[in-house]
């Protein structure tokens, strides 16, 4: 049930120009969120339709993630 929360509330918290992975590693920048679950990505592929649930939370978090110093 914790995951479901969490899920639902990174669904919630999404918005347009928001950098995302879907869950079969598409990258895209989200163009438009439709109150029916979809959202309009665009990729190097052009733009493309998808459900919001298709969105990898864990994928997205990792590439919004402030990028780390590199160690010397």
């Known amino acids: 049930m914790k995951k479901q929360k969490q899920e639902k509330q990174f669904s ?3 918005k347009e120009g928001d950098k ?3 869950k079969s590693g598409l990258h895209g920048k989200l163009l438009n969120l439709n109150d029916d679950g979809t959202c309009i ?7 493309m339709k998808f459900e919001r649930s ?14 780390t110093p590199a160690k010397k």
């Open 12 to 14: 919630q918290t999404l």
């Open 54 to 67: 298709s969105l990898s939370m864990e994928l997205t978090a990792k590439l919004n993630a402030p990028a």
């Open 20 to 22: 995302v992975i879907t």
């Open 41 to 47: 990505i665009e990729s190097g592929a052009g733009k």
